[in-house]
């Protein structure tokens, strides 16, 4: 029997009109509460992904990924709300369909959310990332906070009193491809030349350096990038609460990014994935204990690390075949 | 010019707070690399305990020195448990476990405090009661220090000579400066590690507790998440000074106690959170090693 | 006709008020297997670091094929051509043998992030290549079959090879071991000194080898340097270094005649080498 050559153009093309079905379906299959939830998994995973990167991937301890996921929420917030809409008024009165419209617009903002997150991972993980283990960790908290409290002395983003009004345009299609496209692309990036210098840099820097690995390069590459998904996923977020307000993005935010990739397994990526689903449903099932609810989860973060510090999956991976192949299928003799 | 030195006063007071509750961070992360990020919450628990005692006491109705004292040391005493408890089931249990390991279980054991806290005592705060009612005195020059204040002072005073003491003067402090340097080679010296790590959470948990007592007899509101900020801030301050390094924590307390009241009182009130970060940044990034600490480098 | 490859002119490095290694003068010719040797303390590790970077001297020179190289950083000399083996084995644990040894050859890969991300024909070729470079590296150091094993679980003699076989995978001019031999038996010490010197005749490597094992410093390396304090205190042909004075005296405190290696089965400078 002749085996399918999946290029990779097919299977973009099979991602897009799978995320299309889905789009249409989930919102009728699923009730609104249930439909949130999910969106939030997805929005948590590319946040989890994303901070694998640095902390799993190349093993500098970031503690202040919300801060740049505030970035990129409230830089997409602000186009959206500056000139977004009028360039969807606009793209609809030229006759494009709204869903559409919406959408080129969205990923301009997404776009937009994630670069300049990706300048403040910059210009964050530049003079940091002289510093050893904890104390860059303290750095990194350091900056999440003056991030946070800067955005709440901007009036122009509406400060403590927050940010109404931002258009609701994110949907399942958009989360799903942000998820997909950060999961594969750190599966790639895993299993090629570059992630292994980031593995190297993680197990021994001194020996990665001495080997010709430029070892600054590639811990400022992985802050850039991390922080680049946060920025998406952060827009993401604005354009689906249609309210932003700086208390989101807390020092706790921050833990709770952690603790998916800690609980995953450092360096896994389906580890990441699985804990990211975990951690967001599990506030929502334990519902009927509120006040229990954060006295459990702290708990949780402890017993984890005393019984199983390496998470639920270690280093390792989920392995689907169809994962881990990393060229397609040659053509069956 | 007066209000420069009145500014001082007040600055060398709320430093003297930062340096108690520094000092525990120092000393823990001397004997273990560890960022105790529970330690502001112990202060927190200092402040409740003192509240408890102080209602159980009456000391309302006969305010006075002895009656502050007890509630002091019934405090002191109730933090060393908590110490003692934290390091004995969290903490012990990570010692050989992955840095970033113990850093997670520390902030685990920070939320479960504040949200046990939050579920214990409720999330509404208390009030202290006045065991020493507050009257000022005048240092001259338009400067007024208040009695709480010299209480506070001298309190503090009292209790980092004693640290000094027993730290350079008793077998135990000996012991402690031992195991910072080099667990094994202590070990091997016939020191027991484990009860010198657990005697120094003791010892800079009570000093926590003072710091919240005497915090709660100035400024008497109390709640849960009271021990976020001004954990975070000694924490700075210990870095300032040197993290590891004990007089260096006293050092960072003082500057960053004075610190912050000249900017909130010189400039605005709505950075007196920032600054600590700020200043934080800044030293990380300047001089790791904080003003008294030596950073040392990977042997290759 | 052998040309200077390394040279150390004057080189000094100071640690606080200590002086760690003072007015080193030291060159190596392409080809050549020098040894370093000296008590422990004496500031050999010390040079290695000077040379890879990890140190900066406080005053001299280090030049390696003519160009200045004291001050850049690690990992642009490691790119020149100059890797090394650590004292206290150095391994990528998480990582298998032959990812250890990939790490290595990253420095010759041509596909770029992007091609890496996109996984094109260049990134996979790359890939190709850089496999096909770490087995036959594995191959030659007799490590084929622990291929796929994580570096942390090898035995102790096959992560000693590994350390030596990742360095060489950057295709080196010069090589420096930082006592490879440490921890093994006299028969995996030889075995691991012929190897070296295999690899040397078929690389035309040069090798600056640490090592307090004297029976293998003696009967492998063609020239010994010897440290003391930070002072080279001689110099020359492990004969003349056997019988001199001052390097007994460093050893052992006074004049003694110590059995530097008279009885060692490896080939001698004597009878071999043309």
């Known amino acids: ?333 | 010019m007066s209000e420069f030195f009145q500014q001082l006063v007040n600055g060398i007071t709320w430093g003297s707070v930062y340096a108690l509750i520094a000092l525990g961070y120092t000393m823990v992360y001397g004997i273990l690399r560890l960022i105790n990020f529970a330690h502001g919450d112990v202060y927190m628990l200092g402040a409740f305990f003192g509240y408890f005692v102080a209602r159980a006491l009456g000391a309302t109705q006969e305010p006075g020195l002895l009656g502050a004292l007890l509630v002091l040391l019934a405090a002191m005493a109730g933090c060393g448990a908590v110490g003692f408890v934290i390091e004995r089931f969290a903490y012990k249990p990570v010692r050989r476990s992955s840095r970033l390991a113990a850093l997670i279980t520390a902030i685990g054991v920070s939320l479960l405090l504040e949200n046990g806290g939050i579920l214990v005592f409720g999330a509404d705060p208390k009030f202290f009661p006045q065991i020493i009612p507050s009257r000022n005195l005048s240092l001259g020059g338009g400067v007024t220090i208040s009695n709480q204040q010299i209480i506070i002072l001298s309190v503090s005073l009292v209790l980092m000579v004693g640290l000094r003491f027993i730290v350079l003067h008793t077998r135990v402090g000996k012991a402690m400066r031992a195991v910072s340097y080099n667990h094994t080679a202590a070990a091997l010296m016939g020191i027991s590690v484990d009860r010198i790590v657990t005697f120094t959470f003791v010892l800079g948990s009570v000093l926590a507790a003072a710091a919240g007592v005497l915090v709660g007899l100035q400024n008497p509101k109390i709640e849960p998440l009271m021990g976020i900020m001004p954990g975070l801030k000694a924490f700075v301050a210990a870095v300032l000074g040197g993290i590891g390094n004990i007089p260096g924590a006293v050092l960072g307390g003082l500057v960053m106690g004075i610190t912050e009241v000249m900017v909130v009182g010189y400039l605005s009130p709505s950075y007196r959170d920032a600054i600590a970060f700020v200043l934080l940044i800044i030293i990380l990034l300047v001089r790791p090693a904080g003003l008294l600490g030596k950073y040392s480098a990977e042997k290759v | 006709m052998s040309q200077t490859l390394l040279k150390l002119d004057k080189v000094s490095v100071s640690f606080g008020g200590l002086k760690a290694v003072a007015d080193l003068d030291l060159e190596l010719s392409e080809g050549e297997l020098v040894g370093l040797i000296g008590p422990n303390g004496a500031g050999k590790t010390t040079v290695f670091n000077l040379i890879t970077g990890v140190y900066t001297p406080t005053s001299g020179s280090i030049y390696f094929r003519g160009h200045p190289i004291h001050g850049l950083k690690p990992h642009r000399i490691a790119r020149a051509g100059i890797t090394r083996t650590f004292q206290n084995i150095r391994l990528f644990p998480s990582m298998t043998s032959v990812e250890n040894i990939c790490v290595a050859a990253h420095q010759h890969a041509r596909a770029g992030f992007v091609h890496a991300v996109l996984r094109t024909r260049t990134f996979q070729d790359d890939e190709a290549a850089i496999l096909r470079r770490a087995s036959e590296l594995l191959e030659t150091m007799g490590l084929a079959e622990w291929a796929d094993t994580r570096a942390s679980e090898l035995p102790y003699g096959q992560q000693r090879r590994l350390e030596v076989a990742r360095a060489l995978a950057g295709a080196p001019k010069l090589l420096l071991l930082d006592e490879p031999a440490a921890g093994l038996n006299p028969q995996e010490s030889e075995q691991l000194m012929r190897l070296i010197e295999d690899i040397r005749m078929r690389f035309g490597l040069a090798i600056l080898l640490i090592e307090h094992d004297m029976r293998v410093v003696m009967g492998v390396c063609r020239r010994i340097a010897v440290l003391d304090y930070g002072i080279k205190i001689a110099e020359g042909t492990p004969g003349e270094i056997r019988a001199n004075p001052k390097v007994i005296e460093a050893y052992l405190g006074e004049e003694v005649h110590a059995d530097f290696g008279e009885n060692s089965k490896l080939p001698r400078d004597e009878d071999s080498h043309a």
């Open chain 1, 1 to 333: 029997m002749k085996r399918i050559a999946w290029g990779p153009v097919a299977k973009l093309v099979a991602v897009v009109a799978v995320l299309y079905a889905l789009n249409a379906l989930l919102p009728r299959l699923l009730n609104p509460y249930i439909l949130r939830v999910v969106m939030l998994c997805g929005i948590s995973v590319i946040l989890a992904v994303s901070l694998n990167l640095i902390n799993g991937f190349t093993g500098q301890f970031s503690i202040g990924h919300a801060g740049f996921m505030a970035i990129g929420a409230y830089s997409s917030a602000t186009f959206s709300l500056q000139a977004g809409a009028n360039w969807v008024r606009a793209l609809e009165a030229a006759g494009t369909p709204t869903g559409i419209a919406q959408g080129a617009v969205l990923l301009a903002g997404l776009l937009l959310g994630g670069t300049v997150a990706a300048i403040a991972g910059y210009l964050v993980g530049l003079p940091s990332l002289r510093l050893r283990g904890d104390y860059l960790a303290i750095v990194t908290l350091g900056f999440g906070e003056i991030i946070r409290v800067l955005i709440t002395n901007i009036d122009a983003v509406g400060a403590a009193r927050g940010l109404p009004g931002i258009p609701a345009w994110t949907n399942v299609f958009w989360v799903g491809l942000v998820v997909v496209g950060v999961t594969v692309f750190s599966f790639h990036l895993a299993r090629s030349t570059h992630g292994r210098a980031l593995f190297a840099i993680r197990d021994d820097e001194v020996a990665a350096e001495a080997l010709g690995v430029p070892t600054t390069s590639y811990k400022v590459l992985a802050f850039i990038i991390g922080s680049f998904f946060a920025g998406v996923a952060g827009a993401l977020f604005a354009h689906y609460n249609a309210y932003l307000h700086p208390n989101s993005f807390t020092f706790l935010k921050s833990i709770e990014i952690i603790a998916m990739v800690v609980l995953g397994g450092m360096g896994s990526i389906s580890g990441a994935i699985l804990a990211a689903v975990i951690l967001t449903l599990l506030p929502e099932v334990l519902r009927f204990a509120q006040e229990l609810r954060m006295v459990l989860y702290s708990l949780m973060l402890i017993v984890l690390m005393i019984t199983r510090p390496q998470g639920l999956l270690g280093a390792k991976e989920i392995s689907l075949r169809w994962f881990t192949r990393t060229r397609p299928a040659r053509a069956a003799r």
